[in-house]
């Protein structure tokens, strides 16, 4: 065996997986953000040519697919197997995305936590040694999940003010049993946590503690601390989820905030870009840990990230029925070297 | 290493995991249905004091979770994971019924192919050494369902005769380490395929190239044929779907016909219970496998079935939108002995 269980929730590879390549493709408003320039394409509609939001998210999907292949000087015939999802009902940005591909494929579903779940599944399924390369990949876009967790775009509801915003854009990451890294070296997967927040205006809020607790047994169950990390990014808690996590984390005697960030803070301007509570979506994640934390990574900018993708696993329909919020958050260790 | 990639969707393990235990729950029809005897409950309503079909379902799920549990003489702490998902617009069926558990939880979207693509998920992890004990489950639920997907049941509208009935049912398995079989020694993960099919009134006919290709596959990349098994079977196909499928088969010269045996079929009394063309659902071939197969599995009637669950991955926008049906069908080899 060459893994080994820390606890009961962290895994650890002796031979970790590498990262052997990523993409990213955002929108147009991702695209006049502060990460501009680390992403692989930029839309310049939210349409790309196609008829319907969700075809266009799930072309933004297939091409950031095939992107990632290409980079990787591969073909879809070498890679052996697709881990992904994606926010719509029934994960068709997912399904249309790939239905050409001819990649055998587990279809996932955790919400915006999605990132990180499908790295964690890839990381194990080939340290098991079932696969050779594995691609990890998820999407959003603003005008989908709009239409579909809250009013109709064209209805020009009023956001809250503690309301974030869905990320248009996909990532991708190539997982490969051999490469010079980065390296997949734990994967912490995550419980469902669920505080009795019913807010669906406020995900931040219904995320931190889950984003929490799976960040506390990782340190606790891998006995390392904070200032072994360089960065350790949630998924999509924006401003006020990510304050909350701060304090969660305070009273549990673990204090990270010097090196905490989220993805839904920093893929948008707080200044120039007015988005109320932050970026969010399975998109965000995913296309700031596959074009800026990678390359951060690649380059030796960063030499070790904790990816804390965070995932609201509700539901219109739970939300109507007056259920609060469980949430769900994955971490996974990436570093440059193997370690 | 202790498994062996057969072929480009073939994996085979030479340390097969046991399923230890098996759990299944059913609705009113299903109880009245010639599999009754092999199910652990049969509901006396669609709700089951819950106030909403969700819930309900939601309810079905935790509890027969909570059953294969117990059947193990295990608790929640020996469970590493939990592998499950669901139908409903963001699987909340399975995030509410699993929310208390306090499992590490992977999040699936396989539509009715669930109950496959999680034992081969849980197998790959087992035999891989991350985990020693993984519940794979999933849920469906005729009402929520009918809801989501078609009308309101309040509408009375009439069915086509080429449609099938989503069972209302779950079924769960404790895949493990350790135990006495039946086992799980091969597993065949499915690509898409999309035939152009766009009539989701007839999801056999859309599903039935996908199970076919899987099962094609299987056969070539393991050398096994058909009379290496006892049974053949097929999630949720109905009979429209089961006799393309035959054809389909022979069409490739692969003759299963006498093996070949469908959840969707077997579950309803096709003479006493009109559900036109057959039995549907995550839950079809979850209550069909975790009920009467295991049993017959475990008492040894049956000592080798290729467990092979269909999925459609359409969505009502998809199907708004003018696409086709994506579908895809995963293959699991259970047998009773190590083989």
Redesign the interface.
């Known amino acids: 065996?060459v893994?080994k269980?820390l606890g009961?929730?962290t895994?650890k590879f002796d031979n970790p997986p590498s990262i052997i390549s990523a993409s990213s493709i955002v929108g147009q408003k991702e695209g006049k953000g502060p990460l501009a320039r680390y992403f692989d394409e930029i839309l310049e509609d939210e349409l790309w040519g196609e008829?319907?939001w969700?075809?266009a998210e799930s072309k933004i999907l297939r091409e950031t697919i095939n992107k990632v292949i290409s980079k990787a000087n591969k073909t879809n015939?070498d890679i052996?197997?697709i881990l992904a999802?994606d926010?719509?009902?029934?994960?068709?940005s997912t399904?249309?995305a790939?239905?050409e591909?001819?990649?055998?494929?587990?279809?996932?579903?955790?919400?915006c936590s999605t990132m990180s779940?499908s790295l964690?599944?890839a990381a194990?399924?080939i340290?098991?040694?079932?696969?050779d390369n594995i691609i990890s990949a998820t999407s959003s876009h603003f005008c989908s999940a709009e239409k579909?967790f809250r009013y109709p775009l064209e209805l020009g509801s009023q956001r809250s003010p503690t309301s974030q915003w869905t990320v248009t854009g996909s990532g991708a990451s190539l997982v490969s049993s051999s490469g010079n890294g980065p390296y997949i070296t734990h994967v912490t997967?995550?419980?469902?946590?669920?505080m009795g927040i019913k807010d669906s205006s406020n995900m931040g809020c219904a995320m931190a503690p889950a984003a929490s607790d799976t960040i506390f047994r990782h340190f606790e169950e891998t006995g390392s601390i904070p200032s072994d990390y360089d960065m350790i990014v949630t998924g999509d808690l924006g401003y006020i989820g990510m304050e909350i996590l701060d304090e969660l984390l305070i009273n549990l005697g673990c204090r990270v905030s010097d090196k905490l960030h989220d993805c839904g803070v920093m893929i948008f301007d707080r200044d120039q870009q007015d988005t109320h509570a932050g970026g969010s979506g399975c998109g965000c994640s995913a296309s700031v840990f596959n074009g800026y934390l990678y390359q951060e990574l690649t380059n030796g900018t960063l030499n070790r990230i904790l990816l804390v993708s965070t995932g609201a696993?509700?539901?219109?329909?739970?939300i109507q029925?007056g259920?609060s919020i469980?949430s769900?958050a994955h971490a996974v260790t990436i570093q440059k070297t193997r370690g």
Chains 1, 2 share one sequence.
């Open positions: 065996m893994h269980r009961p929730q895994v008829k319907t969700e075809k015939s052996n197997y999802g926010l719509l009902d029934q994960c068709i399904n249309y790939i239905r591909s001819n990649i055998p494929f587990f279809g996932l579903y955790g919400a779940e964690s599944l194990m399924l340290d098991g040694g079932y696969a579909q997967t995550g419980k469902i946590i669920d696993l509700m539901s219109p329909t739970s029925q259920e469980p769900i």
